[in-house]
C-alpha cells in the first residue's frame, strides 16, 4: 500500500524558513513525479509545486516562485521543500501528493503537516 | 493564477442527485482531459474521486460520475447518502506545467 508521511511542519515566524520533507513507501517513488498542496485552516486546496521522477522538470505556482524549492532524493524515497521568506499567508496544511502513471492526476495524498506563520 | 470557479455549497437529501460545477477557461478545463475530483471529510486528506473526467478509480462507488461541456466540468452523486457529506475539489491541469484546484463545494446531506 502506498504511504506518504509528510514531517517537518511547526510554528515559525515571518521571514524565516522551514523544510519539509515528505517520506514514501509502498511503491518505487522513483517512476512518478511529486507535488506539495496546501491548504490553508479552513479553506481550499491550492497547488504548490511539482518534481518530475528525475528532477528534470521543475514547476511553482506563482505565489511561492522565487521562495520555496522543491527537491527529491530518490535514494531515500523523499520529497522535499524549502520554503524561505516566509508569510502569514503560506500557513496552511502542507499534503505531498503523488502524480499518477499517466501524470494526468494525483492518486495518493499524504495527511498533512501544519505550517504555521505568526510572529 | 486564479482558482476554478465551484459553487460554495450544495445540499440534498438522502437517495436524491446533485450536481456540482466546476467552471475554468480554455487553458484549463477547456482545454484538456484532465479534470478530476476530490472528496474530503473534516481533518482528512482529500480522496480521488474521479479522474481524467468522467473515470472512477477501483474502489470508488459508481454512484460518482464525471463530465464536461466546453469550460465546465461537473460531479454528480446520485442517490445521496449521509456519508458523501464533505467537501467536494475539482482539479485540472493548467497550461504551463501548471494545476489548478476548484474553490471547494461543501456538500449537505439534509
Known amino acids: 500500500e502506498v504511504q506518504l508521511v509528510e514531517s517537518g511542519g511547526g510554528l515559525v515566524h515571518p521571514g524565516r524558513s522551514l523544510r519539509l520533507s515528505c517520506a514514501a513507501s509502498?511503491?518505487?517513488?522513483?517512476?512518478?513525479?511529486m507535488h506539495w498542496v496546501r491548504q490553508p485552516p479552513g479553506k481550499g486546496l491550492e497547488w504548490v509545486s511539482g518534481i518530475s521522477w528525475n528532477s528534470g522538470t521543475i514547476v511553482y505556482a506563482d505565489s511561492v516562485k522565487g521562495r520555496f524549492t522543491i527537491s527529491r532524493d530518490n535514494a531515500k524515497n523523499s520529497l522535499y521543500l524549502q520554503m524561505n521568506s516566509l508569510r502569514a499567508e503560506d500557513t496552511a496544511f502542507y499534503y505531498c501528493?503523488?502524480?499518477?502513471?499517466?501524470?494526468?492526476?494525483?492518486?495518493?495524498w499524504g495527511q498533512g503537516t501544519l505550517v504555521t506563520v505568526s510572529s | 493564477q486564479s482558482a476554478l470557479t465551484q459553487p460554495a455549497s450544495v445540499s440534498g437529501s438522502p437517495g436524491q442527485s446533485i450536481t456540482i460545477s466546476c467552471t475554468g477557461t480554455?487553458?484549463?478545463?477547456?482545454?484538456?482531459?484532465?479534470v478530476s475530483w476530490f472528496q474530503q471529510h473534516p481533518g482528512k486528506a482529500p480522496k480521488l474521486i474521479i479522474y481524467?473526467?468522467?473515470n472512477r478509480p477501483s474502489g470508488v462507488s459508481n454512484l460518482f460520475s464525471g463530465s464536461k461541456s466546453g469550460n465546465t466540468a461537473s460531479l454528480t452523486i446520485s442517490g445521496l447518502q449521509a456519508e458523501d457529506e464533505a467537501d467536494y475539489y475539482c482539479c485540472s491541469y493548467r497550461s504551463g506545467s501548471t494545476w489548478v484546484f476548484g474553490g471547494g463545494t461543501k456538500l449537505t446531506v439534509l
Open positions: 481524467d473526467v468522467s
Open positions: 480554455s487553458s484549463d478545463v477547456g482545454g484538456y482531459n484532465y
Open positions: 509502498g511503491s518505487t517513488f522513483d517512476d512518478y513525479a
Open positions: 501528493a503523488r502524480k499518477s502513471h499517466r501524470e494526468t492526476f494525483f492518486d495518493y
